[in-house]
């Protein structure tokens, strides 16, 4: 194992030590091949690994993680998704925090893994060729701007749950000093309000 692999694989235990999972269901079983032809693009190594430990779905129903989509002919909906049309023509979006970033990084590049209930937006700068290179870029819509944050989604959410930024990087704070915070699947989500019970009470 190189000295990179080692550290994806040490970032991403940390994280799932900092999570309580409430619900049977761990992880999700991806052929990542395919999603690599339908997005044209291989996935950086820490979501690979937290979608097989972990899996889609949220913590503390606030903070969702995307899957990506299998087939071409698969909804972006809820799945890893570039930034839809309308927003992408939306001028008051490309809205960067940092003013020297405004004319560094484009919004066609953005590759979105995840959002939060308040309409915050997680995604990937995904420009470089290695996808373990691209930093994490996330929309407050508090703040309604970009800020962009260097390693992988794993180390983002890692901060964010040892609450470890300086400036609060999204629009809610219910997730800011909860010890072992809860991470329920959106299977077993879904069974729970289908039988009639709300699964984080």
């Known amino acids: 194992m ?7 694989a ?8 900092e999570l309580t999972v409430i619900g049977p269901t761990r992880g999700d079983v991806i052929d990542w091949n395919a999603a690599e032809a339908v997005y044209g693009r291989p996935f950086p190594a820490d979501y690979r690994a937290f979608v097989a430990l972990i899996g889609h779905g949220s913590i503390e129903e606030m903070v969702g993680i995307r899957l990506p989509a299998a087939t071409s002919e698969e909804s972006y909906q809820n799945k890893v998704s570039p930034l839809a049309p309308h927003a992408l023509a939306d001028a008051t979006i490309d809205n960067w925090a940092a003013p020297v970033q405004a004319g560094e990084y484009r919004l066609e590049d953005l590759l979105i893994w995840g959002e939060t209930a308040a309409a915050d937006t997680f995604a990937w700068i995904a420009t470089d060729s290695d996808p373990d290179r691209w930093p994490v870029a996330v929309y407050s819509r508090f703040e309604l701007a970009w800020s962009v944050y260097p390693g992988g989604m794993a180390e983002f959410l890692l901060r964010l749950l040892r609450d470890g930024f300086e400036e609060w990087p999204i629009s809610d704070t219910s997730v800011r000093g909860v010890t072992r915070p809860r991470f329920l699947h959106d299977q077993d989500e879904e069974a729970a309000w289908e039988s009639g019970t709300n699964p984080w009470e």
């Open 10 to 17: 040490s970032v991403v235990t940390d994280l799932a030590k």
């Open 2 to 8: 190189s000295d990179e692999q080692s550290r994806v």
